[in-house]
């Protein structure tokens, strides 16, 4: 055991990188893969192993990590969860960071006791360190450094063990939190966002650049704002809203708020350059995911993070790749950054492995996380990470693996002149329609054949895939089709998961392809989406043949909707 080592204040002018660069490598190709362990989360093969921390671990403890993160200046110090939904820690023990209730460093894993049962949702760490968890049920937990009240307790007293955060946030259930270099954040399931700890450069959003004890929700440009995404970086913050808007404040003295300018904001304000999907948040810079799944860097660009050719800092956003991205990585203790694109490929730039990587370099990797394990300083996690063994196969999976099995089904729908291979029991099981179907008084009860003629092959096998999976895998004009699908058959949830495709998939040759559908469909927030989508990009949608094959009378709906919004003004 050893004493506790104090944290350093963190600096007013966040700069420096947290650790001395490393030896480069002498090839920036990617090492061979190891045994792979499949990541549901991400959709990617992903090894924990990776990571030197959990190469300590036997096969067995490294077969029962359900979730894990890794984390620490050094990243020295890591916390998982089992298959059980036990907690453990073990590393370094940096200030009483593993919540062991002592200053032990332990190479072997010690179960956190207060946490046994709590089903992990959200885990995030700072820099002192200090450690924020969220649990299914929507209680915070926090422990570590508290310096600066970065727990959220009221205290400045260090946390040894878990402690329940639950002042101020009364009724309030968490569903994600982040952490700065020694200021915290947490997502309310209602949209509203509460954030905490030091407040130097006026990462709080209180208005003020005071120190925040306890959890305090942030008002200003967030007033009446849903959000459903936030972002730390060492003493920013960011927060996205449901309209796609992205606001940030507190340090900005790299740009890396995207604001057009340097200078610090001690309360929200937008970015107006683009719609947002996603945003991830590094040391002092930042990456966005569009609607388009376009890729927009802005802030500190000494390593080359932002992927721009030089180490010039942006104070605005700017575009990086020019092909179709799925996924951004980036976290607040490094200046890595990585992306996944539509095809499967990832991209790593920054500071890799001690070298300066000013271009996205394709790599060999199929995950963003085997970049942090293998090329970030630290080797950090910048994300929760979940996994499950290759030898587990979960409820959800063997259902996946049987659908469309004519070994194992007991029914067959003929579309398009193809057969698709169902279970009976589990399509009354998951949905009403077929439900009310198999019964006795319906012939197709007892037929071994369903033929369906209102439907394309690829909707209804997609419709099918849905109610074994969860999960839909469509372009967005084919989403169309199952949205018809899915109203017909009232499945409301999976309206959703097809507004959501429809969303992501929007360009501007199906703009208005895809308005039409949610105006024939009666899918209001999708209709708002797709309207916003083409009176942002008016002239080039304009230009589409779509646009000129709509009828008289929803043009005429479009252009008197879009002159009330200011479309034409000069």
């Known amino acids: 055991c050893s004493s506790p080592t104090p944290a350093s204040p963190p600096p007013d002018v966040p700069s420096s990188p947290l650790v001395p660069p490393v030896s480069p490598p002498s090839s920036l190709t990617s090492p061979p893969p190891h045994q792979a362990v499949k990541d549901f989360g991400a959709g990617a093969m992903v090894d924990v192993s990776k990571w030197p921390l959990f190469s300590l671990l036997s096969s067995e403890d490294l077969a029962s990590v359900r979730q894990a993160c890794v984390f620490g200046t050094s990243a020295n110090e890591a916390v998982y969860v089992s298959h059980g939904n036990e907690v453990f820690a073990f590393g370094l023990n940096s200030n009483g960071c593993l919540g062991t209730g002592d200053y032990c460093s332990t190479i072997v894993p010690k179960k956190l006791n207060f946490l046994q049962g709590k089903k992990v949702v959200s885990l995030s760490y700072g820099s002192g360190p200090h450690v924020l968890l969220a649990a299914e049920n929507g209680q915070l937990f926090a422990w570590g450094h508290n310096g600066y009240s970065q727990l959220g307790n009221g205290t400045t007293n260090q946390e040894l063990s878990p402690v329940l955060i639950s002042g101020h946030l009364q009724d309030k259930k968490v569903t994600k939190v982040a952490c700065g270099s020694h200021h915290s954040m947490a997502l309310m399931e209602d949209g509203e966002v509460f954030a905490w700890g030091y407040n130097n450069c006026g ?39 449901n309209s796609g808007e992205v606001y940030a404040w507190g340090y900005n003295g790299n740009g890396q708020l995207g604001i ?114 293998c090329f970030a300083t630290p080797a950090v996690m910048w994300r929760l990470l979940s996994t499950e063994n290759d030898d587990f196969v979960s409820v959800t999976e063997a259902l996946r693996k049987e659908f469309d099995s004519p070994e194992t089904a007991d029914l067959k729908f003929m579309v398009g002149g193809k057969f698709i291979h169902v279970h009976k029991a589990l399509l009354k099981i998951r949905c009403e329609h077929f439900r009310s179907m198999f019964r006795s008084h319906w012939t197709e009860d007892q037929q071994d054949v369903i033929e369906i003629s209102q439907f394309s092959y690829p909707v209804y096998k997609s419709f099918l895939q849905f109610l074994y999976t969860d999960a839909v895998d469509l372009p967005a004009e084919d989403a169309i089709g199952l949205l018809d699908l899915a109203t017909s058959y009232c499945e409301n949830r999976l309206r959703r998961l097809c507004q959501q495709i429809i969303k992501r998939g929007i360009t501007v040759e199906n703009a208005f392809t895809l308005l039409s559908a949610a105006i024939r469909y009666d899918a209001e927030d999708l209709e708002e989406f797709c309207f916003r989508f083409c009176l ?12 000129w094959h709509v009828d008289g009378a929803m043009l005429k709906e479009f252009v008197t909707k879009a002159s009330r919004c200011g479309a034409f003004k000069n």
């Open 203 to 241: 990462q709080v959003g209180s208005g003020s650049t005071a120190n925040q004890p306890y959890p305090r929700r942030i008002t200003g440009g967030l007033q009446g704002k849903l959000a459903v995404d936030i972002t730390c970086g060492q003493t920013c913050s960011m927060a996205l809203v």
């Open 260 to 373: 057009g300018n340097n200078g610090n904001q001690p309360s929200p304000s937008r970015l107006v350059a683009f719609q947002g999907l996603c945003i991830v948040a590094g040391y002092g810079h930042c990456l966005a995911l569009t609607d388009e799944g376009a890729l927009y860097a802005w802030g500190a660009n000494t390593f080359g993070q932002l992927g721009t050719g030089n180490k010039s800092n942006h104070l605005s956003p700017v575009r990086v790749l020019p092909c179709r991205v799925v996924e951004v990585a980036a976290c607040h203790s490094t200046h890595t950054s990585a992306a996944k694109t539509r095809t499967g490929e990832v991209y790593m730039w920054g500071q890799c492995r001690g070298q300066c990587i000013a271009l996205p370099h394709r790599t060999h990797f199929s995950s963003t996380d085997d970049v942090f394990a």
């Open 536 to 547: 942002n990009h008016l002239t080039e949608v304009t230009q589409t043949t779509a646009f």
